[in-house]
């Protein structure tokens, strides 16, 4: 599908959840996969500010990509760290020329196997809910339409949490916090279970997880549930495409 066929359909797609049944974990996943599929980045992954203001891992378009926003966490150091708590793009950046920017961070990335990054704000009218991480495997700057295209995809995503938020009371918010980060816990458990039985990698896991739940028009939580409760196979996954 041509570039900016796809990105329309992404907006498109993101801008359902404002209507539609609406579930964090799905949104964010197909920006991140959306983004890897029409940018030109290698990986992608965001994070959500929770009611505290403590950065969440919730999507990844990769294994790798998981490990290193959840390395961001524990570290409190890295490109989405900063672009969250600052409201401000960090675009463009070489990892080789960071010059002791993120000491910690940088070495794990370079490690596996990207050379630059880009973190870009999930913000709207002054209010930072989160970020945008966008890798690279080569060094080089990436391109302004992309850069636009890839805000551009992020602020939908931030209408439609948003959107979703202001129709909920504080209790209701905290409990659907709870349940973004308790579906992450699931999902994690499932990919595990898929290995174990399908002798697939991580990625390939989840890819399976992704593909089940789009073919079948269920939701990623929903499947990743069936699977660990056993009343879904992982042999009977749909294969990616």
Same mark, same amino acid.
């Given at each position: 599908?041509?570039?900016?066929?796809?990105?329309?359909?992404?907006?498109?797609?993101?801008?359902?959840?404002?209507?539609?049944?609406?579930?964090? @974990?799905?949104?964010?996943?197909?920006? /991140?996969?959306?983004?890897?599929?029409?940018?030109?980045?290698?990986?992608?992954?965001?994070?959500?500010? /929770?009611?505290? *203001?403590?950065?969440?891992?919730?999507?990844?378009?990769?294994?790798?990509?998981?490990?290193?926003?959840?390395?961001?966490?524990?570290?409190?150091?890295?490109?989405?760290?900063?672009?969250?708590?600052?409201?401000?793009?960090?675009?463009?950046?070489?990892?080789?020329?960071?010059?002791?920017?993120?000491?910690?961070?940088?070495?794990?990335?370079?490690?596996?196997?990207?050379?630059?990054?880009?973190?870009?704000?999930?913000?709207?009218?002054?209010?930072?809910?989160?970020?945008?991480?966008?890798?690279?495997?080569?060094?080089?700057?990436?391109?302004?339409?992309?850069?636009?295209?890839?805000? *551009?995809?992020?602020?939908?995503?931030?209408?439609?949490?948003?959107?979703?938020?202001?129709?909920?009371?504080?209790?209701?918010?905290?409990?659907?916090?709870?349940?973004?980060?308790?579906?992450?816990?699931?999902?994690?458990?499932?990919?595990?279970? @898929?290995?174990?039985?399908?002798?697939?990698?991580?990625?390939?896991?989840? *890819?399976?997880?992704?593909?089940?739940?789009?073919?079948?028009?269920?939701?990623?939580?929903?499947?990743?549930?069936? @699977?660990?409760?056993?009343?879904?196979?992982?042999?009977?996954?749909?294969?990616?495409?």
């Amino acid at each position: 599908m041509p570039r900016e066929s796809l990105i329309i359909r992404t907006l498109v797609e993101l801008a359902d959840n404002l209507v539609d049944h609406f579930d964090v @974990i799905d949104l964010l996943s197909l920006l /991140s996969d959306r983004c890897v599929e029409a940018l030109d980045v290698d990986a992608a992954g965001v994070m959500l500010g /929770s009611p505290g *203001g403590e950065l969440q891992f919730v999507a990844s378009s990769s294994e790798s990509m998981r490990v290193l926003e959840l390395f961001q966490i524990q570290t409190n150091e890295g490109p989405c760290v900063d672009c969250y708590h600052s409201g401000v793009p960090v675009v463009n950046v070489a990892l080789g020329e960071s010059n002791g920017r993120w000491p910690r961070f940088t070495p794990r990335a370079i490690a596996h196997g990207f050379h630059s990054v880009h973190s870009l704000p999930l913000r709207l009218r002054g209010r930072t809910i989160g970020a945008l991480n966008l890798f690279r495997t080569s060094q080089g700057a990436m391109g302004d339409e992309d850069v636009a295209a890839a805000q *551009g995809l992020a602020h939908v995503a931030t209408i439609a949490i948003l959107q979703h938020r202001a129709l909920l009371d504080a209790n209701t918010l905290n409990e659907q916090l709870d349940y973004a980060l308790t579906s992450r816990i699931v999902i994690e458990q499932a990919k595990g279970i @898929i290995t174990e039985s399908t002798h697939c990698g991580m990625d390939q896991a989840f *890819g399976r997880l992704r593909a089940h739940s789009r073919n079948h028009n269920l939701g990623l939580t929903g499947v990743a549930t069936a @699977i660990v409760a056993g009343t879904l196979s992982a042999n009977d996954l749909d294969e990616p495409k």
